[in-house]
């Protein structure tokens, strides 16, 4: 397998691995390369490689010992566990967001594949969030230090 790594530059800040030798399964890349990219830049994207729900099922085993299901509503189960779903099934754009919100704790690694990736746009943003809070105006980040939340939602932990 040819692998190209194109670390992040002006316009991603994430890395990519390139398959450029035919359709293989993402998990036969070497774990050690994509654990060290995820851990320098803090996302990684997998490029030519075979997409299917076992294979990405066999990536996602690879690096995650835990699942958690999303149960927002007008989500599909794409896997038969519920582990793999579908994310937006509308054609509206979907708001920036940190994932699973909704819940007092985060994933600690979200995972995206699309299968019917559209002519045009379509891009998932990624954000940091840190980043983004260190740059709201004094002001919004002294309002929000008063504020308290309390979350209530029901939650599959596998």
Known sequence: MSITVIEPGSDQVYA???NTSGMQHPAAVDKSTV???FKQHGAVL???????????DALTSEYCSGFVKN???????????GRTQSVNVTPKAFPLHPE???TPWRPDVA???CAYPPEQGGETTLCDG????????????????????????????E
């Open 130 to 157: 840190i980043a983004l809070a260190d740059h709201l105006p004094d002001k919004t980040r002294e309002h929000l230090k008063l504020r308290t939340f309390l979350y209530r939602r029901k939650t599959v932990i």
């Open 16 to 18: 990519t691995l390139l």
């Open 71 to 81: 149960i927002t509503r007008g989500r599909i189960a794409i896997s038969g566990d």
């Open 111 to 113: 995972w995206f594949a």
């Open 100 to 102: 699973m919100s909704q």
């Open 35 to 37: 654990i060290e990219l």
């Open 46 to 56: 997998f490029r030519g490689f075979l997409l299917t729900p076992d294979s990405l």
